[in-house]
């Protein structure tokens, strides 16, 4: 059964940093693409981060300018986000996912496979 299990939300003040990981379990993802998306109470999901399958080429949602960073460790099956500056616009549930393909995209459509996601919570 393939599995993506994020960890590493929580509560935190405007400006502190956090990490999340997402762990998958079930088949290895090194061919793969994967992602970041997140989605707040009553809005729609968006798009916050996505790596190509060898970790070269990285995109971000327009939001994130500069203070977020997605990596990924194929020898351990786990894609991060590091976050830092984070404001309160940042909270929301956040889902790590993996694609279709190789290269980096930003629609959730173009993904298959989602974890059950992360709470990112950021007080004033």
């Known amino acids: 059964q393939v599995r993506l299990v994020e960890s590493g939300g929580g509560l935190v003040q405007a400006g502190a940093s956090l990490r999340l990981s997402c762990a998958a379990s079930?088949?290895?993802?090194?061919?793969?693409?994967m992602g970041w998306f997140r989605q707040a109470p009553g809005k729609d999901r968006d798009f916050v981060a996505t790596i190509n399958w060898n970790g070269r080429i990285t995109d971000y949602g327009d939001f994130v300018k500069g203070r977020f960073t997605i990596s990924r460790d194929n020898a351990k099956n786990t894609v991060y986000l590091q976050m830092a500056s984070l404001e309160p616009e940042d909270t929301a549930v956040y889902y790590c996912?993996?694609?279709?393909?190789?290269?980096?995209?930003?629609?959730?459509?173009?993904?298959?496979?989602w974890g059950q996601g992360t709470q990112v919570t950021v007080s004033s």
């Open positions: 996912a993996v694609s279709r393909f190789g290269r980096i995209g930003a629609l959730p459509i173009e993904y298959d496979v």
């Open positions: 079930g088949r290895t993802f090194s061919s793969n693409a």
